[in-house]
């Protein structure tokens, strides 16, 4: 009898094992979704993280509990963990024993100890909170639980850079860090047709499909962290190959460049060596075995770099590169982000982004986060907007490798096999050295004698050949030959120093304090603008004159902030120069400066109209190493206002009675660089 049972029962379990799984389906059944859905719906359900109730039924809005079991779900698909031991891990124990008086439901209770919920009022130790189950869910309560979720699997989710939404302020505050941490990972999308108006449509509410599409586009290899700030630090000395080793999300790439490089020089990227007709954008592994340092040996990095370095931490465990885009006349020459290749789609991202350089570089994407097939999918998507228009080509590279130029008249040439061309706008491409010479022809050492720099303030010192022969050398070695206005002039021709548009800020206290870059990141990136070039201009000419300073001007409110040049003082007389200038009308020669000399330095305030207009006021001071930082009021919130450092001394030349310019002074805060420290 009991040989009988055991056979029955050895039968029965034979026959659960071998039932064939025609109850299980092998693929979703989308009849209920939308077509631009059923790509998501089809990876969700493969991962597995889709609840079985909400496998149908797909344009109903989801409830809050449903989003709640959704992300639990996806939690447990992206750890490989159940959310027991989830919670065990990563719960936080002050929540635990917390209860809501409106559900039970275990996810909901997970989800509240992970921190991807609080509910609609949080409960206490003593009093239960409440969930509302069964509420309406929208898109901006679901930008925030997604932020919650890719926190509780260790994403950094501090300070995401302002989106570019243009109905972000009709969100609630509690869920605007969400809207645009989702829209820099490239997890939701905006609602607007037109993508030179994206909008976010915070209130409206939220689908089944969109969830399960919006779970799906969260990818965790380039959120996850493996590694704290403090063991990132312990890193900094590592070779560059024990880091490609070590590092392997995307997560503790940026995470590491950050702390390794706490400022950005935009366009820190070419440069040349002994042999002037090589230029190089550096590999991954130059990067970090032989980095760019400041004078207080502070490793330095622009965007290319930032992008080649992630490309090249990540190169063995992804297939990641980078794309750069050339630009000839915009202030950053050379734009950068990466691509990835994960779950059989690109993902295209710009790892600036994540980190906390300045304020200007942190919000500046300048290539668009997307998500798309094949990298052409991605090059068709920006030919139709304003971006294109900025581009003159753009390039794809694999992993971390650099690249390598030949010079062709002053100006770098593509020219290596690393690289795959995606896009060359129109006439612009910078493959072709006829179209660099349409465009920078002009601009050689050899056509100094042209302007009328070449004539005054004790004319040249040098000769073309030996203004040709400073590019690529040192600042120190540059101040050494430059003697004269001229011979700075001929050195900017030589190396066809361009335009960088705008200053850099830096926020603090409720103000942006405005300043600009040394002469040795102006000469490393070859870019100037106003205030970088009368820095370069300081550090140059330093004891090469009677004197020389810094003129800074404002413009009335709402005129545009303000402009930096420098006056020189020779022979008895004072003149003003403006190196910018030449930069900004691409040193077209009958655009040249119009300069004026004058007794005395309050004199100029008498005379301004004749090199500028519209000036509300000006100041002049000296300095040992920069001009001096400011605040232009009407971008902090108090226009009219100008404010200069309370520590520095300087001269009120001019104020324009009833320009709405009123001049101040602050104490100047100490993350501001110091402009008396000798550049």
């Known amino acids: 009898m009991k040989k009988r049972v055991l056979s029955l029962i050895l039968t029965a379990v034979m026959l659960v094992l071998f039932v064939p799984n025609i109850a299980v389906a092998s693929t979703p059944n989308l009849d209920s979704a939308t077509d631009w859905a059923h790509d998501g719906i089809q990876s969700a359900f493969e991962k597995g993280f889709i609840p079985s109730d909400l496998q149908s039924n797909y344009t109903a809005v989801i409830t809050r509990a449903e989003f709640c079991r959704m992300a639990v779900k996806w939690l447990e698909w992206a750890l490989g963990k159940d959310i027991d031991t989830i919670v065990a891990e990563r719960g936080d ?362 004539k005054i303030l004790g004319g040249l010192t040098l000769t073309a050949a030996e203004a040709n022969a400073l590019v690529g050398k040192s600042p120190d070695e540059i101040k050494e030959k430059v003697k004269t206005a001229g011979d700075m002039f001929m050195y900017m021709l030589a190396a066809r120093l361009l335009l960088k548009n705008g200053s850099d800020k830096i926020f603090a206290d409720g103000y942006h304090w405005h300043h600009n870059d040394l002469a040795r990141q102006v000469i490393a990136q070859n870019l100037g603008n106003c205030g970088s070039m009368a820095n370069l201009a300081n550090f140059l000419l330093e004891g090469d004159y009677d004197e020389i300073g810094f003129i800074i001007h404002s413009y009335p409110p709402g005129g545009g902030g303000g402009h930096v040049y420098n006056y020189l003082k020779y022979e008895g007389k004072y003149y003003i120069v403006d190196f910018s200038s030449y930069l900004f009308s691409n040193y077209i020669v009958a655009n040249e400066f119009n300069f004026i000399a004058f007794d005395k330095l309050e004199d100029y305030g008498k005379r301004w109209n004749e090199c500028y207009g519209g000036i509300a006021a000006i100041i002049a001071h000296t300095s040992p190493g920069t001009h001096i930082p400011n605040i232009f009021g009407e971008d902090s919130g108090e226009a009219g206002i100008v404010y200069y450092p309370a520590e520095a001394d300087f001269t009120i030349l001019y104020q324009t009675p009833g320009s709405g310019i009123e001049i101040r002074a602050k104490p100047c805060p100490a993350i501001v660089p110091d402009w008396t420290k000798p550049q």
């Open 93 to 454: 124990p002050a929540r635990a024993g917390h209860t809501f008086n409106d559900t039970s439901d275990p996810a909901i209770l997970a989800a509240y100890r992970l921190g991807v919920t609080d509910g609609e009022s949080a409960p206490t130790a003593s009093v239960p909170g409440r969930f509302n189950p069964n509420g309406q869910f929208t898109r901006e309560q679901a930008a925030r639980m997604i932020m919650n979720t890719c926190r509780a699997i260790g994403a950094n989710i501090d300070n995401p850079p302002v989106s570019d939404f243009t109905d972000l302020d009709t969100a609630a505050d509690w869920a605007k860090a969400g809207i645009n941490f989702v829209r820099a990972n490239s997890i939701m999308s905006g609602t607007s047709p037109d993508p030179t108006k994206p909008t976010f449509s915070p209130k409206r509410n939220y689908t089944r499909q969109e969830s399960i599409v919006t779970f799906d586009n969260i990818k965790p290899d380039t959120l996850i962290r493996n590694y704290s700030d403090d063991e990132l630090r312990t890193m900094q000395a590592w070779s560059a190959e024990r880091l490609r080793a070590a590092i392997n999300t995307r997560a503790d790439a940026v995470a590491f460049l950050n702390i390794m490089f706490p400022s950005l020089w935009h366009s820190l990227a070419l440069w040349q060596g002994a042999n002037s007709n090589v230029a190089v954008l550096r590999s991954g592994q130059e990067i970090f075995d032989n980095p760019f340092r400041d004078g207080s040996g502070v490793p330095l990095a622009g965007r290319s770099d930032i992008a080649t370095a992630v490309a090249y931490l990540l190169s063995d465990n992804a297939e990641i590169g980078s794309l750069y885009g050339f630009c000839f006349v915009e202030d950053e020459p050379i734009k950068a982000a990466n691509y990835m290749l994960l779950d059989g789609e690109y993902i295209i991202f710009d790892s600036v982004i994540g980190m906390d350089c300045d304020i200007n570089s942190r919000n500046r994407e300048l290539f668009p986060a997307k998500t798309v097939s094949t990298l052409s999918d991605y090059i068709k998507e920006i030919e139709t907007t304003a971006l294109s228009l900025e581009l003159d080509s753009v390039y794809a590279v694999k992993g971390g490798q650099g690249l390598r130029f030949t010079v062709s008249d002053g100006w770098a040439v593509l020219n290596s096999p690393a690289i795959e061309p995606l896009f060359a706008n129109k006439d612009k491409d910078m493959t072709d050295p006829a179209n660099i010479e349409k465009l920078y022809g002009h601009i050689k050492a050899e056509n100094i004698g042209h302007y009328q720099l070449s």
